[in-house]
C-alpha cells in the first residue's frame, strides 16, 4: 500500500530563514511520481514539482530545491530566504503508475508560517 | 487560459439531503478526478474520470458518484447527505492519463452539512 508520511506539523520561521519541509513515503511499485503542492489559504491547490521514480536528480527553482533520495525514500522541499508568501499548508503527494498515475495518496501536510 | 471551475465555491446542506458538485476542466483536459479534504483525513482520493468512463475509484461508500460528460465536465452527487461529508471538494483536470505534468486543481466546493 501506499503511504506519505510528513512529520512536521507546522512549522514556524521568521522572514529570509531557510526552511526544509520533510516527506517520507512507501510504495511498492518500481515506478511512481512524487509532487509537492502548495495550498494558500484560497484553498486551491499550487503544483510545484514532479519528480519520477527514475530521476533522482535534485532540482532548484528559484528559492526553491528538492532532494529525492530513493534510498531513504524521503524527498524534502527546501525554501531558501524564505518570504511571508510562502506561509502556507505544503503537501507532499505520491502515485503509482499501476494507477496510471492519477490516484494521489496525499501526506498530512505541513503548515507553514513565514513571520515579518 | 482558464483554468478548473468549480462551482458552486460554497454550499450549506441539510442532513439526509443530497448534493451535486461541478466542475469545469481546463480546455483540453480529458482526465478529472475529485478529492475530499477534511481536517481529519486530510485529503482523499474520490474517484477519476477519463473520456466519460470511471478508470479509478478511491475508498469511499456508494453514496458518493460521478460522472463525465462528453465535453469532459464532471459532475460528483453525493446522497442522504452525512455531518461527515462536510468537506472541501477538490477537482483536478489534466490532459492525458499518465500526464501528471498537466494536473491542475481548482479551487474547490466547500460543503457544509448541518
Known amino acids: 500500500a501506499q503511504k506519505v508520511t510528513q512529520a512536521q506539523t507546522e512549522i514556524s520561521v521568521v522572514e529570509k530563514e531557510d526552511v526544509t519541509l520533510d516527506c517520507v513515503y512507501e510504495?511498492?511499485?518500481?515506478?511512481?511520481?512524487l509532487f509537492w503542492y502548495k495550498q494558500p489559504p484560497s484553498g486551491e491547490l499550487v503544483f510545484l514539482i514532479r519528480?519520477?521514480?527514475?530521476?533522482?536528480q535534485n532540482e532548484i527553482s528559484g528559492r526553491y530545491s528538492w532532494n529525492f533520495q530513493k534510498s531513504t525514500s524521503s524527498f524534502n522541499f527546501t525554501i531558501t530566504a524564505s518570504q511571508v508568501v510562502d506561509s502556507a499548508v505544503y503537501f507532499c503527494?505520491?502515485?503509482?503508475?499501476?494507477?496510471?498515475?492519477?490516484?494521489?495518496?496525499f501526506g498530512p501536510g505541513t503548515r507553514l508560517s513565514v513571520l515579518p | 487560459k482558464a483554468g478548473v471551475t468549480q462551482t458552486p465555491r460554497y454550499l450549506i446542506k441539510t442532513r439526509g439531503q443530497q448534493v451535486t458538485l461541478s466542475c469545469s476542466p481546463i480546455?483540453?483536459?480529458?482526465?478529472v478526478s475529485w478529492y475530499q479534504q477534511t481536517p481529519g483525513q486530510g485529503l482523499q482520493f474520490l474517484f477519476e474520470?477519463?473520456?466519460?468512463?470511471?478508470?479509478n475509484k478511491g475508498n469511499f461508500p456508494g453514496r458518493f458518484s460521478g460522472r463525465q460528460f462528453s465535453n469532459s465536465r464532471s459532475e460528483m452527487n453525493v446522497s442522504t447527505l452525512e455531518l461527515g461529508d462536510s468537506a472541501l471538494y477538490l477537482c483536478?483536470?489534466?490532459?492525458?492519463?499518465?500526464?501528471?505534468?498537466?494536473?491542475?486543481f481548482g479551487s474547490g466546493t466547500r460543503l457544509t452539512v448541518v
Open positions: 503527494a505520491l502515485s503509482e503508475a499501476s494507477n496510471y498515475g492519477q490516484n494521489f495518496v
Open positions: 519528480r519520477n521514480s527514475f530521476d533522482e
Open positions: 480546455s483540453g483536459h480529458r482526465s
Open positions: 510504495t511498492r511499485d518500481t515506478t511512481y511520481y
Open positions: 474520470y477519463f473520456s466519460e468512463t470511471q478508470r
Open positions: 483536478a483536470s489534466s490532459p492525458h492519463r499518465t500526464d501528471n505534468y498537466g494536473y491542475t
